[in-house]
């Protein structure tokens, strides 16, 4: 969250925790952000429109503007802020007083550069995915933090590679781990399984996600700064 815009990232998640980049840039203001969320659909594999999901905002700037319009629609807009500590849970939820059915996220970022970074490094280079448009703002960014160890704490933390680098969209990455999680994306099925159970007759017994077209993809916002 900008002081005159926002960062976005639009990624589609599906089984294994895989992903691919859906759309990234910068947008002006919430007005834009709404349109894009509340009117305009992102195609899936059978050229249908399908809305985003979830969408986390960056709450720690704009606060009093994100949570309101997070109240327009309180299941789908999530703000986030994050945790100084290193001892932080992962996820604390919380709701926020004097804007009813808001829930906020506060998060441990460093648990969550750990998640990203594993996905992006791991063998199975299908679990995250970019496409070619990806600009090179976009891929400056995803290399602007490093991991380094602080000898007199023993503690380890992710901090900026250049002094004032932008690292936007790291960040928005990084929170796209944590709606993919929050959103139960581990516990989809593998594409064709849960078909498979229906044809069987078992689908009452068997866990049921939200069917994306049977692809095991959804489009899942994570956060805008």
Not at 101 to 109: F, K, L, M, N
Request: charged share 20%; net charge negative; aromatic share 10%.
């Amino acid at each position: 969250m900008q002081k005159d815009h926002l960062y976005f990232v639009v990624r589609a998640w599906g089984y294994g925790e895989r992903s691919a980049l859906v759309e990234h840039g910068i947008i002006g203001n919430f007005d834009e952000l709404g349109a894009r969320l509340f009117h305009r659909g992102y195609p899936d594999h059978h050229g249908s429109a399908t809305q985003p999901h979830y969408c986390g905002l960056d709450a720690r700037y704009r606060t009093d503007e994100v949570l309101a319009f997070c109240q327009q629609d309180p299941a789908r807009l999530i703000p986030i802020t994050g945790s100084a500590s290193q001892k932080a849970a992962p996820v604390i939820q919380s709701p926020v007083r004097g804007y009813p059915g808001v829930i906020r996220q506060a998060v441990a970022p460093n648990y969550w550069k750990d998640v990203l970074h594993h996905l992006i490094h791991a063998d199975d280079e299908t679990l995250w995915l970019i496409h070619s448009q990806a600009t090179e703002d976009y891929i400056r960014q995803m290399a602007s933090e490093h991991k380094i160890h602080d000898p007199k704490s023993g503690a380890w933390s992710w901090e900026l590679v250049s002094k004032g680098g932008a690292n936007h969209y790291w960040d928005c990455e990084y929170l796209q781990c944590v709606m993919a999680r929050l959103a139960g994306v581990p516990m989809l099925p593998e594409p064709g399984v849960q078909q498979a159970a229906i044809e069987r007759g078992q689908s009452e017994s068997e866990p049921r996600v939200r069917d994306e077209g049977r692809s095991g993809w959804g489009s899942s916002y994570n956060r805008w700064r």
